[in-house]
């Protein structure tokens, strides 16, 4: 089974339970074996390129190596710890390395799974699927794939409205007094567009008979079969048998106060 | 709660949620400059800006769920434009949302004085700290540390969320764009003199 066909709200459902998971646990080990399981994952059976995961993927590398900065400079030093290096007011212990570590370890296997549900899920067959099998209000799920569609005229818009500043004159901000009026220049009349076009859409759809009645027909079924239980039993298993093995070389932490 | 709304209040707060959605992607490449620079409490700086479709979208819509909803409804949209944060940032929008919500709750959906605002502001910056400290790990930080990040929150989620999206709504008012909308009438009523034109 690919993950293209696992149902899009089970998927979300799946993602969402093993970042629990993994948030009551506090070691470097089992986010980075989930992390490797996952990716693997989204290679295999999501047919996913390396090039476009890895690009969307390593912003995230690099925030995590800030983290971990982050975590080794500010963290607290507490009596008994087994000291690495020390200079100045800036103490490496062990302990705070591997605290680091399992904190930078964690940002990203949440972002492997994050990236395995956006790059096999499509935008539209998500909210189709949160609505059948969710019964998410039709009003909002539509009003949400309407506002989805003001985006590229919204750019449009932009566009328009910056020639027509330029073409009257105004001049390049460069204080920051003028950097928020100009800010303000551009907000206001974008956002007020989009109000004015939101109530005509609304208009619009309540003239072709769109209630909002939950009861209504899909064109489009989206449904949920006992392959997607069992693409979620395989992922919570994935994250639980990280944390075992983790468990096994002694590495598995509860996360708790203490941290 | 939305078989009362309007489907043109639906599709209002649907839009302003994507259109705040792209914002908010923006700010965390913002955000992230300001992570490298200062460290985590780089993002506090900012982090009000990430409660301010609430804050708008309440003061506009002046609905319960209003507030929740939007919030919510942003963070669903950045995952689907593809932030790599993923679903879990839903979940993030949507304690962000209960902590506006439940100041606006506490005024019974009757109150959208400036003070409100700010209080609804702060609200989010309590309940997406708490929720920080538990999926972050800020526990692993310093406690003088993580409080001086609390403090800067709630004053960012005061002013970037409240103040400003009450400039922002009340600017828009002021075209004329929200004048089927309770803040619109109010500002008819209120001050005639603008010179507001439907």
Request: hydrophobic share 55%.
């Amino acid at each position: 089974m690919f993950l293209h066909e696992f149902n899009p709200s089970v998927k979300a459902f799946t993602v969402i339970v093993c970042v629990l998971i993994l948030s009551v646990f506090f070691d470097p080990v089992t986010p980075f074996l989930t992390l490797v399981m996952t990716a693997a994952a989204t290679f295999i059976f999501g047919r996913v390129s390396f090039k476009r995961w890895i690009l969307l993927f390593s912003p995230f590398i690099f925030m995590a190596a800030i983290y971990i900065w982050s975590a080794l400079i500010f963290s607290k030093t507490i009596e008994g710890e087994t000291i690495l290096w020390s200079w100045g007011i800036f103490t490496l212990t062990e302990e705070g390395f591997l605290r680091a570590l399992s904190l930078g370890m964690r940002v990203l296997s949440f972002t492997s799974l994050s990236l395995l549900f956006i790059l096999t899920t499509k935008p539209t067959e998500f909210l189709l699927s949160l609505m059948q099998q969710c019964r998410l209000s039709p009003k909002l799920a539509y009003g949400i794939m309407a506002g989805y569609r003001f985006l590229p005229l919204m750019k449009e818009e932009f566009e328009i409205i910056r020639s027509a500043h330029r073409i009257r004159g105004v001049p390049k901000a460069r204080k920051l007094s003028e950097k928020m009026a100009e800010l303000k220049r551009y907000a206001v009349p974008l956002l007020a567009g989009a109000i004015r076009k939101a109530e005509r859409t609304a208009m619009a759809m309540e003239s072709k008979g769109f209630t909002g009645d939950k009861n209504r027909d899909f064109h489009h079924k989206i449904s949920v079969s006992w392959k997607d239980w069992a693409c979620f039993t395989f992922f919570i298993g994935a994250v639980l048998g990280s944390a075992y093995i983790s468990w096994l070389f002694g590495f598995l932490q509860l996360y708790n106060g203490e941290l | 709660m939305l078989e009362k709304w309007k489907l043109r209040e639906v599709i209002v707060l649907s839009v302003l949620a994507v259109v705040f959605a792209v914002v908010y992607l923006v700010f965390l490449q913002f955000g992230n400059v300001l992570y490298g620079m200062f460290g985590l409490i780089g993002y506090d700086l900012i982090f009000g800006i990430w409660f301010i479709v609430s804050i708008i979208a309440a003061y506009i819509i002046r609905k319960p769920g209003a507030a929740f909803l939007s919030e919510t409804i942003a963070a669903a949209i950045e995952v689907m434009v593809g932030n790599a944060v993923g679903p879990r940032l839903i979940l993030s929008g949507m304690i962000q949302g209960i902590g506006a919500e439940a100041v606006f709750a506490a005024t019974k959906w009757n109150n959208y004085r400036p003070w409100v605002l700010i209080a609804a502001g702060m609200g989010s910056s309590v309940t997406s700290f708490i929720w920080g400290y538990f999926i972050s790990g800020y526990a692993a930080l310093s406690p003088g540390y993580v409080t001086a990040m609390f403090f800067v929150r709630l004053i960012s989620g005061a002013l970037l969320a409240g103040l400003l999206g009450k400039w922002l709504s009340e600017s828009l008012a002021k075209t004329g764009a929200l004048n089927s909308f309770p803040i619109g009438k109010e500002l008819k009523r209120g001050k005639p003199e603008n010179g507001i034109t439907a």
